[in-house]
DNA sequence: CATGAATGAGTATTCATTCAT
DNA sequence: GATGAATGAATACTCATTCAT
């Protein structure tokens, strides 16, 4: 019935499928699942998209490139210390990984793995050299001591990926708080950095929960 | 046909699925795929079972239960110390992600998130409460130093995993030596163990790679 | 609901299929259209056959069989002159004729040019060399005087085919004997027989239409 | 766009049609592939044609009426004799023969037969009397020697169109020439015309194959 | 226990046609 | 006249599940 301006109806439908393949998964997604959402005809779907396939292709490689403007936008910010810069980075990939959720899990699918580019590798592809720099600024620094500076790099992206998996769905604020701390001994512990010198995680805490002066 | 007696069927059936998800996956597995692996007729399948999900739960419980009694048994052993125990964990688990991948895989699929038990999840509930154990261990045996130990295992399981992602798909022996190296240098910064004290790794080395004494 | 022998359904379906493409053609009948004549779910229809494709093929090698084979059998026949043999040829040919409409239509149609062995050809193939043959047998007995038998027998096959279009549907006694009479006037022409030497058309005629003795 | 007159805007459609329809068939031939061709928006087909189908038709009629002047024109030449003008004749079919592939190929198909007005007669309906009448006035000549005028000029028809089947995709020049004289030989055969009076084919002929005086 | 014929809802995709702008 | 967004019925094909034998 109405009738729309086709980036804007374009837009609902990436947006409608975003959805749906985050609640339900690219496979068990159906085009009349998305159609039906946006209440339009099937015909509309294929007016705007060839198929299915390439409609995750247009999702996906717009959220790529989203990762890789969000990464070199925090790269390129000049006169940063190394860990000034890594709060950067982690900022910048809490976001990420929150967006790409779905990606991530329709990329780890077998059916992908053909394709041979993993996007948990690609994300990481884009995250490591990054972190890695930043590493190795901070070895020159002195404020690092991280032999294997891309190993290390690694290591400190898994378990920030992978402690979020431990928290609890709704976490408290002690969990938080917990959460943070672990993170920062960790990540100083996996770079030789001087404990209590990573203030990074700190700083993505609500403001009411952050360490006041002399705690 | 042959008259098999119940169970014996069962585990054909069990052991025909098993194999046609690691080769196909399991929602590229139909249950045409599995009879004809057998040899049987259709109905037969639902003689056994109620339906395709439920064999996957069968088999996915009975993986779950070897996974819980190999940890088991890695705990059982009496009178090692926590470096020796460590060495144990860890090989059973290396045993475990080989074969569990097909599972983990599946699970990694959002439809199974309904379920509300990714198995990267349950593997990890089982891994990580003995990791804990050992982490306390060794911090009483003061030769670790882990403040927040569940934490500390996390990180530990998250960059073993991890790591394993960052190899090439078919590593050289130095691949192999630094990817060894890596592990136990950030391992032993993880607990806070003396640098060198971990050969746990070192050891799961084919022997020709081996670190002689003095190296 | 009643359950049938596999062999019986294939027919059926086969059955079926032939009917509706003589009503409609390939193109048009649908595999919902089949399974609705036959009153039976979609799904059994898969069940045994690959796809609509396949099925096609299965009756068109079956037709080409048949025709293949009635020409053979006519041409096997021993010890009969040329104007024997050409009776014998031209009623089986009628028959195909009536019977291969479908087939020959289906492969008109020029998504099967690609095939690039239109049926009209194939039957073709099947029938001018029968003819070639007799052809020349009718040179050599001297009975024909027909130089390039290929040629002959093209041309023969020709107006055969194409004579019957210009019948009406329903031809009344005269046309018929009209037919016959032009049939055999431009055959013995095109081959060179004596006039009133080929009366193979005539025995095709029903008796009470037959010239008596005398005509 | 452009705002073009009513009349040359269905002339385009018209033209990219049949343009379309002679590439791809009628049936392959989407509206879309018909805007997309003239770079014109869908709605604007329907607002000049009522359906597909009724453009086709008046493509068809168009054609029919072409073919249908084609003959009259030719047999409108005042003060030929029968073979000169069985000689216009001729020319004029093979120029509608090949003009008119498209059409016959989609009236063969059978979703067509409903219409009950195969081109196929059709086109022959046209043909047949006007030959029809060349041989009528053969005869009056005494130049042809054809009872059953009609079945005679059928028969033409019949080999004239069929032989073309049995030449090959790229003929050589010696098939051209094999196909002329088998033409010649039975053309004056079926009329009863005197061995060599029909020298029709030959001038259709290009030049450089052409018989020289004394052949 | 075992068979395999039968079901039917579901899937992605196509395309002639309509209609608000 | 002209646009292009929107429709919806149709198509071939899949597959987990049922059930008569």
Request: charged share 30%; proline share 4%.
């Given at each position: 019935?109405?009738?729309?301006?086709?980036?804007?109806?374009?837009?609902?439908?990436?947006?409608?499928?975003?959805?749906?393949?985050?609640?339900?998964?690219?496979?068990?997604?159906?085009?009349?699942?998305?159609?039906?959402?946006?209440?339009?005809?099937?015909?509309?779907?294929?007016?705007?998209?060839?198929?299915?396939?390439?409609?995750?292709?247009?999702?996906?490689?717009?959220?790529?490139?989203?990762?890789?403007?969000?990464?070199?936008?925090?790269?390129?910010?000049?006169?940063?210390?190394?860990?000034?810069?890594?709060?950067?980075?982690?900022?910048?990939?809490?976001?990420?990984?929150?967006?790409?959720?779905?990606?991530?899990?329709?990329?780890?699918?077998?059916?992908?793995?053909?394709?041979?580019?993993?996007?948990?590798?690609?994300?990481?592809?884009?995250?490591?050299?990054?972190?890695?720099?930043?590493?190795?600024?901070?070895?020159?620094?002195?404020?690092?001591?991280?032999?294997?500076?891309?190993?290390?790099?690694?290591?400190?992206?898994?378990?920030?990926?992978?402690?979020?998996?431990?928290?609890?769905?709704?976490?408290?604020?002690e969990d938080m708080l917990r959460y943070n701390k672990t993170m920062q001994l960790?990540?100083?512990?996996?770079?030789?950095?001087?404990?209590?010198?990573?203030?990074v995680y700190e700083e993505m805490l609500p403001p009411e929960l952050r360490r006041?002066?002399?705690?």
């Amino acid at each position: 019935m109405a009738v729309k301006r086709a980036s804007e109806r374009r837009s609902d439908f990436v947006a409608a499928a975003r959805d749906l393949f985050e609640e339900k998964g690219f496979e068990n997604t159906s085009v009349d699942d998305i159609v039906a959402r946006l209440g339009v005809a099937k015909g509309l779907f294929y007016y705007y998209f060839d198929s299915k396939e390439m409609l995750l292709d247009l999702i996906l490689e717009h959220m790529l490139m989203e990762i890789e403007s969000a990464i070199a936008a925090s790269m390129e910010k000049k006169g940063l210390n190394a860990i000034e810069r890594l709060g950067e980075l982690i900022k910048c990939g809490a976001d990420i990984t929150f967006r790409s959720r779905t990606i991530i899990r329709y990329f780890q699918k077998e059916r992908n793995r053909s394709l041979h580019l993993s996007i948990e590798k690609k994300s990481l592809e884009m995250m490591l050299p990054a972190l890695e720099r930043i590493v190795r600024q901070g070895n020159e620094e002195k404020v690092f001591d991280a032999p294997y500076p891309r190993e290390a790099a690694g290591a400190m992206l898994f378990i920030i990926s992978g402690m979020r998996a431990l928290m609890p769905e709704d976490p408290s604020a002690e969990d938080m708080l917990r959460y943070n701390k672990t993170m920062q001994l960790y990540s100083e512990r996996i770079l030789g950095a001087a404990p209590g010198s990573l203030r990074v995680y700190e700083e993505m805490l609500p403001p009411e929960l952050r360490r006041r002066k002399g705690d």
